[in-house]
């Protein structure tokens, strides 16, 4: 093999495909990432086994071929090297890399040893989504997946059709996030694991207005311009989510976004001793919020806060530590929060007409 | 007591004292910060019995006094609230912290356990500088203090007189550095622990054109304009470090710090397993610096970079990240670097006539 890139492209490259090489994996070859001439193009790829990661180079090819090497090496070295040409070229068992004043060899492995990529051979559903989208969707879902092996179906996030939408849904008992996506007329429903999701978020393309999302009975794959991110889809039932959604709430209100994050942060300082515990209660008369948290040890705080109310006075316990990531998420200057009483799961939306995104948060019973 | 205070200056004061306080504390109070009025001002002290740092914060003051309270959550607290004035008063055991619509309390200790803030009674010497140039004179010496607790002369930093000039100097064994800081006509010899110096460093003042420092023969106490940072002095008499420096060197060069930055980076990717071992090499006919480093496992790397030269040819095996470090703390856009063999000191200094710094690297026996 003997190649020409440009070190801007070949550096991105390595950049997105080489967090997936080596993680998790006990085989030394998935240490290393693969290098293949195809076309015009020379190709970039890594996998683990349960997710591959792919991209595509413009290269000048002067001789065909394939070879892999350690991934983190030839990526720090191509990210360090100088903006300009790079020939790279396999001799033997070395991969020799020129650019300007400097020469490296990489001690490399055969591509035989390498996994074959997988490919998607039947396509049972075919979803074509701005990136821009398909990025707010990760974010606002992946959070409220959880980190519990021995439940596997809820440490992904639910891909599925419900009455003619697309809708992403995770949760981890605690809290929930549901986001509907789109209109979509196909039937569809996948278990996508969060860390392929966390790979999606992070690949960084400039060419990337629309992907294309391609499902078979066990696989997902995200095309983007430069690449692909194929990954196994989660093996399992959804649990039906939808029952826990309340169809109405006693009390709630509504104000903005940033004030609230400033007083749950003020909560959060006095709430490490009860396991982030704060308590929210909303006067109706007054049109107050009132958030209080207890710490025995240190002291105590209370901040008010003039919002909008409806509904009854009311008061429940929350982990600030939920209330702040879903704050983070919600992707809106101001936001409603409805509850009924001290037991009932909150739910927190965008304070607009039929909000895209919801997200519910279980209290603590105090 | 019972203050006013703007939530800016109070927040800025917490944050440089704050990690003055616990850091290598076993006794609790020493955790706390004190508050003290002193006329119209708020004083706020820690101290871990080696530092004391002491920063004034204009005050209306209501009734005076002083408090102590856990450093870790009024800096946290304070720095979560928002623009503004802060009412703070001591009730018996508590210290309550009024903010706009936010209400707090912090349970606190009186200040008769706190330790006495120390004093100079008799002041041996006496330097006002500018605050950069003692910024830069840390930062240019402290990085080749040594880590070495067995021998604790070297974890300081040798600020001392010789021939008319304030010097500051520092050396681990490994790599010495020296800084003529400015001509003076008295005498100083004083080892300040790198500690104190990096307390210096991280203090952030609005109005510090010139620090006034003042030195006993146990202490030194810097004096910004809004507080002082003292501590003591490292008991013990600083090597002759003079002797190491080399008068002459057999071969030289100079050239732009950015560029060796890069191929001393490219080089340090290969030498991870040989302790960062990296081979310079001058050739004075073509005028060529060559860095070259052998991962034998991995694979090696070349570079080549046009030089000013000038003596004989010469090669040398030096730490990368001690190369590293230097050229970052160099400060001057092209360097001089001199050595005689490969196992006489290296030189590095600015490329200008009677440079003030000068960074001197022993080579690995190769």
Redesign the interface.
């Given at each position: 093999m003997e190649v020409q890139v440009t070190q801007e492209n070949l550096s991105r490259a390595l950049g997105n495909v080489g967090r997936v090489a080596g993680a998790r994996a006990n085989l030394e070859i998935l240490h290393n990432i693969l290098l293949r001439t195809e076309n015009n193009q020379l190709t970039v790829a890594a996998t683990n086994l349960e997710i591959a990661s792919t991209q595509r180079v413009g290269a000048k090819i002067i001789k065909p071929g394939s070879f892999t090497v350690?991934a983190k090496?030839i990526t720090?070295?191509i990210a360090?090297?100088?903006k300009g040409t790079i020939d790279l070229k396999v001799t033997n068992t070395?991969?020799l890399i020129k650019s300007g004043?400097?020469?490296?060899?990489?001690?490399g492995v055969s591509d035989e040893e390498f996994p074959e990529l997988p490919i998607i051979e039947k396509i049972e559903s075919e979803i074509e989504l701005p990136l821009q989208l398909i990025k707010d969707t990760i974010n606002q879902t992946i959070l409220t997946a959880s980190n519990d092996a021995t439940r596997p179906v809820l440490t992904g996030v639910y891909w599925h059709t419900h009455d003619g939408y697309l809708y992403a849904a995770a949760t981890d008992g605690y809290r929930l996030s549901q986001k509907r996506i789109t209109e979509h007329a196909g039937e569809l429903s996948a278990i996508i694991p969060t860390t392929t999701l966390q790979e999606v978020l992070r690949t960084h393309n400039d060419n990337d207005d629309t992907v294309q999302i391609v499902f078979d009975d066990t696989q997902v794959i995200f095309k983007l311009a430069d690449g692909e991110i194929t990954s196994r889809l989660i093996d399992g039932k959804f649990p039906d989510y939808r029952q826990l959604i309340p169809s109405s709430n006693e009390t709630s209100f509504t104000t903005k976004t940033d004030d609230v994050k400033?007083?749950v942060?003020?909560a959060s300082?006095?709430a490490r001793d009860s396991g982030g515990s704060i308590a929210l209660s909303v006067d109706t008369t007054t049109n107050q919020l009132t958030i209080r948290s207890i710490a025995s040890?240190?002291?105590?705080?209370?901040?008010?806060?003039d919002v909008q109310t409806s509904g009854t006075d009311g008061a429940v316990h929350l982990n600030s530590r939920y209330l702040n990531d879903a704050l983070a998420v919600l992707g809106s200057p101001s936001f409603r929060f409805g509850f009924s009483g001290t037991l009932s799961p909150c739910v927190m939306t965008a304070d607009i007409d039929e909000p895209e995104y919801m997200h519910i948060i279980m209290p603590i019973k105090s």
């Open positions: 350690p090496l720090e070295l360090t090297l100088g070395t991969l004043k400097n020469k490296a060899t990489i001690n400033q007083i942060k003020l300082l006095f040890e240190y002291g105590e705080n209370t901040s008010d806060l």
